[in-house]
């Protein structure tokens, strides 16, 4: 079946430092991939998308690139700041027959310090 | 704010209990999705409703059972509860197509004790 593997964390960075998440998937078929990001006492929010190989997400300065040949989406940002501590999820989404619930990675705690 | 609205946010109940989480989906989404966050088991997939059919299930025990009522609202009932229930139980709603993202609500904080 599909899943989602992502680093675990926490990760810990200073204030300005270049971030990456690792996300890599296994699915049957061609899916659509997310970056959601949980901030403390909220629900997940919808960070960027790509819903075919090559395409590349982006929002809020973050990125990620959708790789089939390595059937990766690596979360990047140039620049972190402490705003940015969060939990960041990485998922997927395949049409299986007309369901269309999301699978997601463990979630990645990323703690920003000043 | 997501448009997701999710009731009540806290519940402290008994082990045996029975509790009964809601949730108004977005204005205009047709899907209304259940997860349950914990802290080893992640994020779980429960199950999905469609236009008030049921279309995927996930990790859903037998004693937890789901609806969505004709104006889209769900439930979601949770019975005989254990220790182990307690969690995050979170809803999402979404257009219904596999690459529509989705939109959560804050959640549910079930304590079972």
């Known amino acids: 079946g599909d899943s989602v593997t992502q680093m675990e964390g926490p990760v810990t960075l200073s204030e300005e430092a270049f971030l990456t998440i690792n996300c890599t998937y296994t699915?049957?078929?061609?899916?659509?991939l997310f970056w959601y990001v949980q901030y403390p006492g909220e629900g997940l929010q919808l960070l960027l998308k790509?819903?075919?190989?090559?395409d590349k997400g982006s929002n809020k300065g973050f990125e990620a690139t959708y790789r089939k040949e390595t059937t990766s989406f690596h979360l990047e940002k140039g620049s972190v700041q402490v705003s940015d501590s969060a939990v960041y999820f990485c998922?997927?989404?395949?049409?299986?027959?007309?369901?269309?619930?999301?699978?997601f990675g463990k979630g990645t705690h990323l703690i920003i310090q000043p | 704010d997501s448009g997701v609205t999710q009731t009540p946010k806290h519940l402290i109940t008994a082990t045996g209990q029975r509790v009964t989480l809601r949730c108004s989906p977005r204005?205009?989404?047709?899907?209304v999705y259940w997860y349950q966050q914990s802290l080893d088991q992640g994020l779980q997939f429960l199950i999905q409703y469609y236009n008030g059919e049921e279309r995927a299930k996930g990790n859903i025990l037998e004693r937890f059972s789901a609806q969505q009522f004709p104006d889209l609202h769900s439930e979601l009932n949770l019975s005989s509860l254990e220790l182990g229930d307690s969690a995050l139980y979170f809803c999402?709603?979404?257009?219904?197509?596999?690459?529509?993202?989705?939109?959560f609500g804050n959640g549910t904080r079930l304590t079972v004790t």
């Open positions: 204005s205009g989404d047709l899907s």
């Open positions: 790509a819903t075919k190989a090559d």
């Open positions: 998922a997927l989404s395949e049409e299986r027959g007309g369901a269309d619930g999301l699978t």
């Open positions: 999402a709603s979404s257009l219904g197509s596999y690459n529509s993202p989705l939109h």
């Open positions: 699915a049957t078929g061609y899916p659509s």
